[in-house]
């Protein structure tokens, strides 16, 4: 997610009533270094996480795309990297059904990655410890979407 300038920010902040640059105010606080990448979700993104998801899809894609392949030292580290990056993401949303969604993708990405993650022990835990993470987490949420993901929880694991 690239964050909008300071500009930009100061402008929508300027349209916005005392009670809501509150709350924002103390979402923020909750965050150091990320601060402006937060402010960015929740002034211009949270109202429409669809494109948020999407926009963070892209990123783990081209995250994907630049991973070091010469061993799978550097892979292991690319991945975690990448996963770490999501998971930041993650926190900004607070939805799980978005956090099912990318983490999801994650692995679907994962599980195709070349090369296999299967000849590697740690990069199988971290696939194995996502997949654990992702059970967890629809357990909460609504039924039909317990069945959804469900379904694509099995064909990750099926085809592994």
Known sequence: MKPAGVKAIKEDLQTRSR???????????????????????????????????????????????????KSYYYVKKSIRKILRNTKKNIRYSKKKQTEVELIL??????????PSITKSIPLTNIFEREIQRIKKIILTLDPDLQYDYGIEIDDLQGNK
């Not at 640059?21 to 990448?37: A, P, Q, R, V, W």
């Not at 679907?108 to 070349?114: G, N, P, V």
């Open 105 to 114: 993708f994650f692995c679907k990405i994962l599980k195709d990655f070349s």
């Open 19 to 69: 009670e809501e640059l509150t709350e924002l105010c103390l979402s923020l606080s909750k965050f150091k270094k990320e601060n402006k990448e937060l402010l960015t979700y929740l002034l211009f993104e949270a109202s429409d996480e669809n494109y948020f998801i999407q926009g963070i899809k892209e990123e783990i894609i081209t995250q994907f795309e630049q991973v070091n392949r």
